[in-house]
């Protein structure tokens, strides 16, 4: 994470406080840092974080609320038929480039019928 005001903004927003708690059990946590090599922060070229979540309307909101905290659009909500059938995403940058993405997979045993 840079040092400076909007990617403190953007990653203390309310937007991972509804991603999830790190304390809770089976809750995944996202934990953020300056690199141990002490050099500036570089965004990883082809790196993306996804979370995946049970519905679309989860994601819709995390989308809405990443944009609000100053990330950047890097794919609007919807479903994308080309990875598979029901599969629902949005993509967003934060303020350092890094590409975060909100997903929802089909059931499989939706997709075994």
């Not at 309310?14 to 840092?33: E, M, N, T, W």
């Not at 990883?44 to 990330?71: C, H, S, W």
């Amino acid at each position: 994470m840079s040092e400076d005001d909007s990617s403190r903004s953007f990653l203390q927003g309310r937007l991972f406080q509804r991603v999830g708690d790190a304390g809770a059990a089976g809750i995944p946590g996202l934990f953020v840092g300056y690199p141990f090599d002490g050099q500036d922060v570089s965004v990883g070229n082809g790196t993306m974080t996804a979370f995946q979540f049970a519905d679309p309307e989860r994601v819709d909101k995390l989308y809405e609320m990443a944009i609000g905290n100053g990330g950047s659009d890097e794919g609007a909500p919807g479903y994308r038929p080309q990875y598979a059938e029901g599969f629902y995403a949005a993509y967003v940058g934060d303020c350092d480039g890094n590409k975060l993405a909100f997903v929802v997979y089909p059931d499989e045993s939706e997709q075994a019928k």
